[in-house]
T-cell receptor, first 113, second 111 residues
Framework: DGGITQSPKYLFRKEGQNVTLSCEQNLNHDAMYWYRQDPGQGLRLIYY???????QKGDIAEGYSVSREKKESFPLTVTSAQKNPTAFYLCASSAPTGPQPQHFGDGTRLSIL | QKEVEQDPGPLSVPEGAIVSLNCTYS??????FMWYRQYSRKGPELLMY????GNKEDGRFTAQVDKSSKYISLFIRDSQPSDSATYLC???????????FGQGTTLQVKP
């Protein structure tokens, strides 16, 4: 079945450690997105990519990095510079940007040890 | 002022009730509007997508958009316990391609 796969489902980070969240899609979508979800705050955009080898910062990019080497993959690294990383991270994809709905994975919950 | 405002609830209704979920927005450039449903520990799933003012119906769900008032609604008829979830409105414009989400409204439908 076509969809978006995020892994792992749960992740724990030690102080000073970088961690990478995986996002893979087989929908043949050009655009991919990373969001952070905190209780009562909806979804906030971290980074997005419209095509391979190109990406743009969203509203809360500080402390995060991404790469887009393949169309189907858009990993997110939470660096040690992100001082409050505990959150639910959601990856999404859509057909070329514009009035297209985004389809989401089932998220990764990141916590600090 | 946030671009999109949504009452976070929680909203609790008896089974069979009609539910109304609402969002207001301030950016007149928004052209397309969506409603997502999110179950606990899951990603949001698209419920409704509309690109114009007026009503769009899909089974028990009706999405309503009033661009002149910058107001959108989602109505759920004959609500079921399985409708218990968080509902997120989202909207965007074709010139950016990004979506702006509301905070989400948590709904509980009691049997």
């Amino acid at each position: 079945d076509g969809g978006i796969t995020q892994s792992p489902k749960y992740l724990f980070r030690k102080e000073g450690q970088n961690v990478t969240l995986s996002c893979e899609q087989n929908l043949n979508h050009d655009a991919m997105y990373w969001y952070r979800q905190d209780p009562g705050q909806g979804l906030r955009l971290i980074y997005y990519s419209q095509i391979v080898n190109d990406f743009q910062k969203g509203d809360i990019a500080e402390g995060y990095s991404v790469s887009r080497e393949k169309k189907e993959s858009f990993p997110l690294t939470v660096t040690s510079a992100q001082k409050n990383p505990t959150a639910f991270y959601l990856c999404a994809s859509s057909a070329p940007t514009g009035p297209q709905p985004q389809h989401f994975g089932d998220g990764t919950r990141l916590s600090i040890l | 002022q946030k671009e999109v405002e949504q009452d976070p609830g929680p909203l609790s209704v008896p089974e069979g009730a009609i539910v109304s979920l609402n969002c207001t927005y301030s950016n007149s450039a928004f052209q397309y509007f969506m409603w997502y449903r999110q179950y606990s520990r899951k990603g949001p799933e698209l419920l409704m997508y509309t690109y114009s003012s007026g009503n769009k119906e899909d089974g028990r769900f009706t999405a309503q958009v009033d661009k002149s008032s910058k107001y959108i609604s989602l109505f759920i008829r004959d609500s079921q316990p399985s409708d218990s979830a968080t509902y997120l409105c989202a909207m965007g414009s074709s010139n950016t391609g990004k979506l702006i989400f509301g905070q989400g409204t948590t709904l509980q439908v009691k049997p």
